[in-house]
């Protein structure tokens, strides 16, 4: 389906493979991913950002990292039109998410009913590999979208597919 939304609009704009829009911006009711019509269904994405430059505390500390990270993050939320599709989908992944995180944690603890050490070191192994799998894939499937950048006015978001930007107008700095 082609969606053409009003070349004037001052509310959202592309700009390459980002969807830049204000704050207050109610976005049209298409699906941000496929571009079909949402027909009501609206996905709430709470968006956080932080200057890059604010990983560096990562290699002096996590700690430090984490609490300057929070102190400094932007915030902005965001309802972006979603099909079922992909609600289904997502609720698909993070259920692959939990299963696979709640797998490796039963793994940690299994070396409890057997005797063999090898076997056992070999279950903790898997289990830890579960529990990051399940937390990686929970984080890159189930994401709808994200911010790459958040100022006071604008939002910058990574996730919408290539025929919604298109109709969007470019965004002029």
Known sequence: MDFQV???SEEFWRSGHLLVMRKDAQLPDRCIK???PANGKRFRANLYWHHPAIYLLILINLLVYAVVAI???RKAIVYVGVTEEILQKRRRSIAIAWSTGIIGLLLLFSPLFFQS????NQLILLGFILILGG???GMVKAT????TRINDDYIWIR???????ASLPLWQE
Request: with cysteine; net charge negative.
């Open 71 to 73: 102190a400094v993050r």
């Open 117 to 120: 050490e090898t076997f056992s």
């Open 159 to 165: 996730g919408a597919c290539k025929e919604y930007l």
């Open 34 to 36: 496929t571009n079909r």
């Open 144 to 147: 709808i979208v994200t911010a």
């Open 135 to 137: 937390l990686i894939w």
């Open 6 to 8: 009003d070349s004037d």
